[in-house]
């Protein structure tokens, strides 16, 4: 029962260079999200997907791409990597339950990222 | 604006001491609130979560919350802590709109430090 499974779990970028951030859920959700953590500021976030094929923009979306594979599969890109991204990158996923009731967001153990 | 406040950044504690931690929002619609915690290096895992009925929600590890719409608060209580509660914790509010798509918006977090 492995949930919200995040690739990797650490990561050093240097700067301009380019990384995708793998997701998969399989608890057959249909909203997918991701998230970046900072300090003092608690999750933020970037991009999600209401259901698979869409994808729409977050709070802090600016510096990265999104790509929602298939049902199972949401994945962040980050094209030139700045040091401004380091952080913390969760994804999540939640289940619409009716009209706009979800289930609670179960998170994946996120992606510890540094670009030096 | 909608927003989620935590009130403390940081709360230290004794063991066996009670502790209250604080979370106030602003939303002109109506809400679901949520607890989360976050153990060092891990994800984000569901305490406790208010989406209707008694205002007064028990969650896991002993943790409770009671949800007062008069004072849009959303307060996190347990009587007596372990050393094991020692985690950042963070509210987190989803908004009942037809475009919410499950979207979370997230406090700053507060740190606890359990202490013996």
């Known amino acids: 029962n492995a949930g919200v499974t995040q690739t990797p779990k650490f990561q050093v970028l240097k700067t301009g260079q380019s990384m995708t951030l793998q997701c998969a859920q399989d608890m057959n959700h249909n909203s997918m999200y991701w998230y970046r953590q900072d300090p003092g500021m608690g999750l933020r976030l970037i991009y999600y997907s209401a259901s698979e094929g869409t994808t729409d923009k977050g709070e802090v979306p600016n510096g990265y791409n999104v790509s929602r594979l298939n049902k199972r599969e949401f994945s962040l890109r980050l094209e030139s990597a700045a040091p401004s991204q380091t952080s913390v990158y969760f994804c999540?996923?939640?289940?619409?339950?009716?009209?706009?009731?979800?289930?609670?967001?179960?998170f994946g153990q996120g992606t510890r990222l540094t670009v030096v | 604006a909608q927003s989620v406040t935590q009130l403390d950044s940081q709360v230290p504690v004794f063991e066996e001491a009670p502790v209250e931690l604080r979370c106030n929002y602003s939303s002109s619609v109506s809400v679901y609130l949520f607890w989360y915690v976050q153990y060092p290096n891990q994800g984000l895992q569901l305490l406790l979560k208010y989406l209707s009925g008694s205002t007064l929600v028990k969650g896991i590890n002993g943790f409770e919350a009671e949800f007062n719409k008069s004072q849009t608060s959303f307060h996190l209580r347990k009587p007596s802590v372990h050393i094991s509660d020692t985690a950042e914790y963070f509210c987190?509010?989803?908004?009942?709109?037809?475009?919410?798509?499950?979207?979370?918006?997230f406090g700053a977090g507060t740190q606890v430090v359990v202490t013996p």
């Open positions: 999540a996923s939640s289940e619409a339950l009716g009209a706009g009731v979800y289930t609670e967001a179960f």
């Open positions: 987190a509010v989803r908004y009942m709109t037809t475009d919410s798509w499950g979207k979370l918006q």
